[in-house]
């Protein structure tokens, strides 16, 4: 089993800034990519960003120029930086990992973190 810690969410102005951080833990397991997902109230969950192991990283469109995501593989950790937050950004994030143990792929998720931006 791998376990996701979220911290790092809260109320913020709009254009103000937010670090969210998600720690892996999880014996025998080899975390591959990791992400982060969000979901506002009424809507479906919908990807923000992902980053492989390699330090690739992908975006939404939406987020792109305002948002990074970084990791420390030592550490299991991803980080998203989130800059010139606007409230459409409000809802709570997910951080997901994707981990092998042995021949075995999995999906974990975090317990969710509340982004709340005021207009």
């Known amino acids: 089993q791998v376990q996701l810690v979220e911290s790092g969410g809260g109320l913020v102005q709009a254009g103000g800034s937010l670090r969210l951080s998600c720690a892996a833990s999880?014996?025998?397991?080899?975390?591959?990519?990791m992400g982060w997902y969000r979901q506002a109230p009424g809507k479906q969950r919908e990807l923000v960003t992902t980053?492989?192991?390699?330090?690739?990283?992908n975006y939404a469109d939406s987020v792109k120029g305002r948002f990074t995501i970084s990791r420390d593989n030592a550490k299991n950790t991803t980080y998203l930086q989130m800059n010139s937050l606007k409230p459409e950004d409000t809802a709570v994030y997910y951080c997901?990992?994707?981990?092998?143990?042995?021949?075995?792929?999995?999906?974990?998720w975090g317990q969710g973190t509340q982004v709340t931006v005021s207009s």
């Open positions: 999880g014996s025998g397991f080899s975390i591959n990519a």
């Open positions: 997901n990992a994707a981990a092998t143990r042995g021949w075995l792929n999995y999906s974990y």
């Open positions: 980053i492989t192991s390699g330090g690739s990283a």
